[in-house]
């Protein structure tokens, strides 16, 4: 959104703004070190002095464009669904959408998602809860389910598939394999059956272990790889059905705290994502 404003007196140009909008100030310190302001014409990267005699004019992102879904939050942590082309932390990241989005609140990031995988990531709001949340996801204490639309029909509704994979960091790429070798290391997968739609299946998904590109290095071992997968999927089914990116999403955040943590009452509120994958599809 293009805005124009014309001071009539003396200021600073971050003063102007403050007045003219509802930014903070980090998001104005944003737009001015951005160079989304001209001042008669010409672009401005400075807080500087106005005369009062200037036209002014700022570029403002749509910031419902950039809003983040809350799908729940406590004075302890909270929890938002992920978009797709986004990473969990630096520039232009979820972290950093939050922080705008909320700027009197802090926010510890203690997981991640695949930079296109969907869904829900929980946040800490004190260090305190970093610690317990931080401490959670290393001792297992943290169950994570996501939906997955894949290529291709299981041969039987559930099944708890382990292997072997090698992150390969050069090639950022994951190699799954059905015996021990060296350098590799187990992985467990479970999946169920919920729904099947011609060449395509929808699979509720439950990580044991937590690799990088697990599930859908894993599942493409099964030949299932994950529509959209432009890595380890079926490009000409990607292409079929439009998909440029893996149809899978975190849903289901299910913990398992210790009755002295103080986060144990999050034991009986798992926390929830609806997210119709299959209903997404443009084939």
Request: charged share 30%; proline share 4%; net charge positive.
């Amino acid at each position: 959104m293009l805005k124009q404003i014309i001071p009539k007196n003396k200021t600073r140009l971050s003063e102007l703004i403050r007045e003219q909008t509802d930014l903070g100030h980090f998001q104005i310190q944003k737009i001015i070190s951005g160079k989304s302001v001209k001042i008669n014409g010409q672009r401005v990267n400075q807080d500087v002095v106005l005369k009062g005699d200037e036209t002014v004019y700022m570029y403002i992102k749509d910031r419902e464009k950039d809003k983040i879904d809350i799908v729940y939050q406590d004075k302890n942590v909270i929890a938002v669904n992920k978009p797709a082309g986004m990473e969990v932390t630096g520039e232009d990241s979820l972290a950093e959408k939050l922080e705008l989005q909320h700027e009197d609140m802090k926010f510890f990031p203690v997981h991640r998602l695949d930079r296109n995988t969907t869904g829900l990531v929980i946040f800490a709001l004190t260090p305190q809860a970093e610690a317990e949340l931080n401490k959670a996801f290393k001792e297992k204490w943290v169950d994570k389910f996501y939906n997955a639309v894949v290529v291709g029909r299981p041969n039987v509704s559930q099944a708890q598939l382990k292997a072997f994979l090698f992150k390969d960091a050069k090639k950022s790429l994951a190699i799954v394999s059905k015996t021990a070798k060296l350098g590799y290391v187990p992985i467990e997968t479970h999946y169920r059956v919920l729904k099947q739609s011609g060449e395509v299946c929808l699979l509720e998904v439950r990580l044991i272990t937590g690799r990088t590109h697990q599930i859908r290095a894993h599942l493409a071992s099964e030949k299932l790889p994950v529509l959209g997968d432009g890595k380890y999927g079926i490009n000409q089914i990607n292409k079929k059905y439009r998909q440029n990116r893996q149809m899978l999403a975190c849903v289901r955040l299910q913990f398992s705290f210790p009755k002295n943590s103080p986060l144990s009452y999050l034991n009986k509120r798992p926390i929830r994502l609806d997210a119709d994958l299959l209903a997404q599809l443009k084939g």
